[in-house]
């Protein structure tokens, strides 16, 4: 094999790799992930590592949001998440998890 054969199948590895890759839509829809009462997902008993993988990218990504917005306002991160997770979980389309402030899983 040359150079250019080796590139290109790499390539298509990492490409297929990637086209199995979860969403978050998608792990919300297939119930693995849920969101929480403070704005964050979260692993759902039907979650699996894929939608862990989901989970952390998101919440790193929420976290850094909700702490810029909090300095911006001059608040605590706790007042913004709480915000969020009222937010959020509003706008959960029918079928969705949501994990409660009492930590009881709710199907919306």
Known sequence: MNIKTLFVAAALLVASQ???AL???EARDKGMLG????????LTP???ASAQAVMVEINSKRKAKYQ?????QNTGLANIEKIAGE???????AGQFYKDASGKWNKK
């Open 87 to 93: 937010k959020i979980t509003g706008k959960l389309p």
């Open 18 to 20: 990637l086209s199995f």
């Open 68 to 72: 810029s917005i909090a300095k911006q």
């Open 23 to 25: 969403t978050l839509d």
């Open 46 to 48: 039907r979650g699996d």
């Open 35 to 42: 969101e929480n009462a403070s704005g964050y997902v979260e």
